[in-house]
Protein backbone atom coordinates (compact mmCIF):
# COMPACT_ATOMS: atom_id res chain seq x y z
CA UNK A 1 0.00 0.00 0.00
CA UNK A 2 0.94 3.15 -1.15
CA UNK A 3 1.82 5.44 2.23
CA UNK A 4 3.62 8.09 3.94
CA UNK A 5 4.03 6.84 7.68
CA UNK A 6 5.34 9.26 10.65
CA UNK A 7 6.89 8.54 13.87
CA UNK A 8 5.57 8.87 16.62
CA UNK A 9 2.08 10.03 16.33
CA UNK A 10 1.65 11.77 19.41
CA UNK A 11 4.59 13.30 21.45
CA UNK A 12 4.87 15.53 24.76
CA UNK A 13 8.03 16.62 26.04
CA UNK A 14 10.03 19.40 27.63
CA UNK A 15 12.02 22.26 26.39
CA UNK A 16 15.49 22.09 25.07
CA UNK A 17 15.28 18.00 24.87
CA UNK A 18 16.19 17.09 21.34
CA UNK A 19 14.00 14.97 19.62
CA UNK A 20 13.17 13.74 16.07
CA UNK A 21 10.09 12.75 14.06
CA UNK A 22 10.62 10.36 11.44
CA UNK A 23 8.75 10.20 8.12
CA UNK A 24 9.15 7.61 5.19
CA UNK A 25 7.71 7.21 2.56
CA UNK A 26 7.35 3.83 -0.65
CA UNK A 27 6.22 5.27 -3.22
CA UNK A 28 10.06 6.52 -4.83
CA UNK A 29 8.50 10.06 -4.58
CA UNK A 30 11.65 12.35 -5.11
CA UNK A 31 10.02 15.43 -3.58
CA UNK A 32 9.17 15.35 0.35
CA UNK A 33 8.18 18.18 2.61
CA UNK A 34 7.19 19.22 6.38
CA UNK A 35 4.35 21.02 7.40
CA UNK A 36 3.43 22.47 10.55
CA UNK A 37 -0.45 23.49 10.88
CA UNK A 38 -1.89 26.18 13.65
CA UNK A 39 -5.18 26.56 14.45
CA UNK A 40 -5.91 29.95 12.39
CA UNK A 41 -2.77 29.86 10.43
CA UNK A 42 -3.48 26.83 7.76
CA UNK A 43 -0.86 24.40 7.06
CA UNK A 44 2.69 26.19 6.64
CA UNK A 45 6.23 24.62 5.23
CA UNK A 46 9.43 24.19 7.24
CA UNK A 47 11.62 22.11 5.32
CA UNK A 48 11.29 20.47 1.76
CA UNK A 49 13.41 18.39 -0.31
CA UNK A 50 13.48 17.94 -3.81
CA UNK A 51 16.02 14.79 -3.63
CA UNK A 52 18.56 12.96 -1.85
CA UNK A 53 20.70 15.81 -0.71
CA UNK A 54 18.83 18.09 -1.42
CA UNK A 55 17.03 20.53 0.97
CA UNK A 56 16.12 24.03 1.26
CA UNK A 57 13.36 26.00 3.83
CA UNK A 58 10.22 26.54 3.64
CA UNK A 59 8.20 29.77 5.34
CA UNK A 60 8.88 28.97 9.35
CA UNK A 61 11.84 26.54 9.11
CA UNK A 62 13.62 28.42 12.45
CA UNK A 63 14.31 25.99 15.07
CA UNK A 64 14.00 23.25 12.78
CA UNK A 65 16.45 20.73 10.95
CA UNK A 66 16.18 18.20 8.15
CA UNK A 67 18.10 15.60 6.79
CA UNK A 68 17.46 13.53 3.20
CA UNK A 69 20.50 10.69 2.99
CA UNK A 70 17.90 8.03 1.92
CA UNK A 71 15.40 9.06 -0.86
CA UNK A 72 12.39 7.50 1.18
CA UNK A 73 13.37 9.23 4.82
CA UNK A 74 12.89 12.99 5.54
CA UNK A 75 13.01 13.27 9.61
CA UNK A 76 12.73 16.53 11.21
CA UNK A 77 14.56 17.29 13.79
CA UNK A 78 13.69 19.70 16.88
CA UNK A 79 17.76 20.16 18.23
CA UNK A 80 15.89 22.58 21.11
CA UNK A 81 11.99 22.32 21.23
CA UNK A 82 10.44 25.34 22.68
CA UNK A 83 7.01 26.05 23.92
CA UNK A 84 6.06 27.64 20.07
CA UNK A 85 6.75 25.04 18.29
CA UNK A 86 3.93 22.98 20.16
CA UNK A 87 1.92 22.41 16.59
CA UNK A 88 0.26 18.90 14.78
CA UNK A 89 3.27 18.47 12.55
CA UNK A 90 2.69 16.65 9.00
CA UNK A 91 4.76 15.05 6.09
CA UNK A 92 4.18 14.97 2.33
CA UNK A 93 5.53 13.49 -0.38
CA UNK A 94 4.86 13.66 -4.36
CA UNK A 95 6.63 13.11 -7.62
CA UNK A 96 7.66 15.53 -10.31
CA UNK A 97 6.43 12.97 -12.86
CA UNK A 98 2.89 13.28 -11.46
CA UNK A 99 2.84 16.39 -13.19
CA UNK A 100 -0.14 17.89 -10.83
CA UNK A 101 2.51 18.17 -7.60
CA UNK A 102 -0.41 16.04 -5.87
CA UNK A 103 0.93 15.49 -2.07
CA UNK A 104 0.44 12.90 -0.26
CA UNK A 105 0.28 13.46 2.99
CA UNK A 106 1.76 11.45 6.06
CA UNK A 107 -1.03 10.75 9.67
CA UNK A 108 0.60 13.65 11.80
CA UNK A 109 2.43 14.05 14.55
CA UNK A 110 0.94 16.32 17.40
CA UNK A 111 4.07 17.51 19.53
CA UNK A 112 3.14 19.12 22.77
CA UNK A 113 6.35 21.21 24.40
CA UNK A 114 6.00 21.91 27.77
CA UNK B 1 4.96 34.94 -3.33
CA UNK B 2 1.74 33.83 -2.66
CA UNK B 3 -1.41 34.97 -1.10
CA UNK B 4 -4.64 32.99 -0.87
CA UNK B 5 -7.59 33.90 0.59
CA UNK B 6 -10.98 32.07 1.82
CA UNK B 7 -13.61 32.08 4.04
CA UNK B 8 -12.97 30.98 8.04
CA UNK B 9 -16.72 29.13 8.57
CA UNK B 10 -19.63 28.09 6.30
CA UNK B 11 -22.42 26.10 7.68
CA UNK B 12 -24.82 24.61 4.99
CA UNK B 13 -27.56 22.05 5.34
CA UNK B 14 -27.33 18.42 4.28
CA UNK B 15 -28.60 17.60 0.59
CA UNK B 16 -27.74 21.28 -0.56
CA UNK B 17 -25.62 22.88 -2.49
CA UNK B 18 -22.44 24.66 -1.10
CA UNK B 19 -19.82 26.93 -2.81
CA UNK B 20 -16.15 27.74 -1.24
CA UNK B 21 -14.42 30.44 -2.74
CA UNK B 22 -10.51 31.16 -3.06
CA UNK B 23 -9.05 33.89 -4.08
CA UNK B 24 -5.46 33.79 -5.04
CA UNK B 25 -2.06 35.91 -5.86
CA UNK B 26 0.77 34.06 -7.36
CA UNK B 27 4.20 35.51 -9.11
CA UNK B 28 4.26 32.35 -11.32
CA UNK B 29 0.91 30.03 -11.77
CA UNK B 30 1.31 26.30 -11.80
CA UNK B 31 -2.58 25.52 -10.71
CA UNK B 32 -4.75 25.17 -7.90
CA UNK B 33 -5.36 22.19 -5.43
CA UNK B 34 -7.64 21.83 -3.10
CA UNK B 35 -7.94 19.25 -0.15
CA UNK B 36 -10.38 18.02 2.39
CA UNK B 37 -9.38 17.79 5.99
CA UNK B 38 -11.24 16.45 8.11
CA UNK B 39 -10.65 17.38 12.11
CA UNK B 40 -7.03 16.25 13.22
CA UNK B 41 -6.61 13.80 10.29
CA UNK B 42 -4.00 14.58 6.97
CA UNK B 43 -5.13 16.39 3.95
CA UNK B 44 -6.27 14.47 1.15
CA UNK B 45 -6.47 15.14 -2.52
CA UNK B 46 -9.97 16.29 -3.95
CA UNK B 47 -8.37 18.17 -7.00
CA UNK B 48 -6.43 20.19 -9.65
CA UNK B 49 -7.15 22.79 -11.75
CA UNK B 50 -4.66 24.25 -14.56
CA UNK B 51 -6.97 25.52 -17.10
CA UNK B 52 -9.67 28.15 -16.83
CA UNK B 53 -13.62 26.28 -16.19
CA UNK B 54 -15.15 23.38 -14.45
CA UNK B 55 -13.60 20.31 -13.42
CA UNK B 56 -16.28 17.80 -12.16
CA UNK B 57 -15.79 14.84 -10.28
CA UNK B 58 -18.48 13.20 -8.30
CA UNK B 59 -20.28 15.55 -6.05
CA UNK B 60 -17.64 17.66 -6.36
CA UNK B 61 -16.56 20.19 -8.78
CA UNK B 62 -13.63 22.98 -8.92
CA UNK B 63 -13.67 25.99 -10.76
CA UNK B 64 -10.82 27.96 -12.05
CA UNK B 65 -10.06 31.38 -13.34
CA UNK B 66 -6.78 32.16 -13.81
CA UNK B 67 -7.55 36.08 -15.14
CA UNK B 68 -9.66 37.11 -11.77
CA UNK B 69 -7.11 35.03 -9.39
CA UNK B 70 -10.40 33.33 -8.22
CA UNK B 71 -11.51 29.81 -7.67
CA UNK B 72 -14.15 28.34 -6.08
CA UNK B 73 -15.10 24.31 -4.78
CA UNK B 74 -18.75 23.14 -5.16
CA UNK B 75 -20.17 20.43 -3.09
CA UNK B 76 -23.43 19.09 -4.06
CA UNK B 77 -25.71 16.75 -2.26
CA UNK B 78 -24.47 17.37 0.71
CA UNK B 79 -23.55 14.81 3.27
CA UNK B 80 -23.23 15.17 7.02
CA UNK B 81 -19.55 13.32 6.12
CA UNK B 82 -18.72 16.22 4.35
CA UNK B 83 -18.26 18.19 7.82
CA UNK B 84 -14.15 19.59 7.07
CA UNK B 85 -11.75 21.87 6.56
CA UNK B 86 -11.57 22.71 2.75
CA UNK B 87 -8.01 23.89 2.02
CA UNK B 88 -7.06 25.71 -1.48
CA UNK B 89 -3.21 25.50 -1.97
CA UNK B 90 -0.93 27.21 -4.75
CA UNK B 91 2.54 25.46 -5.81
CA UNK B 92 5.47 28.13 -4.55
CA UNK B 93 6.75 29.27 -7.46
CA UNK B 94 10.21 27.53 -8.22
CA UNK B 95 9.45 25.38 -5.01
CA UNK B 96 8.23 21.45 -4.92
CA UNK B 97 5.25 22.66 -2.20
CA UNK B 98 2.34 23.80 -1.44
CA UNK B 99 1.41 27.20 -0.34
CA UNK B 100 -2.09 26.32 1.53
CA UNK B 101 -4.61 29.18 2.47
CA UNK B 102 -6.19 29.17 5.88
CA UNK B 103 -8.81 26.88 4.90
CA UNK B 104 -12.66 26.85 5.09
CA UNK B 105 -14.33 24.51 8.17
CA UNK B 106 -17.53 23.58 6.89
CA UNK B 107 -20.34 22.72 9.18
CA UNK B 108 -23.00 20.32 7.37
CA UNK B 109 -26.62 20.61 9.38
CA UNK B 110 -29.66 17.97 9.81
Known amino acids: EAQVTQNPRYLITVTGKKLTVTCSQNMNHEYMSWYRQDPGLGLRQIYYSMNVEVTDKGDVPEGYKVSRKEKRNFPLILESPSPNQTSLYFC?????????????FGPGTRLTVT | GQNIDQPTEMTATEGAIVQINCTYQTSGFNGLFWYQQHAGEAPTFLSY????GLEEKGRFSSFLSRSKGYSYLLLKELQMKDSASYLC???????????FGSGTRLQVQP
Open chain 2, 89 to 99: AVPGTGRRALT
Open chain 1, 92 to 104: ASSSPGQGALEQY
Open chain 2, 49 to 52: NVLD
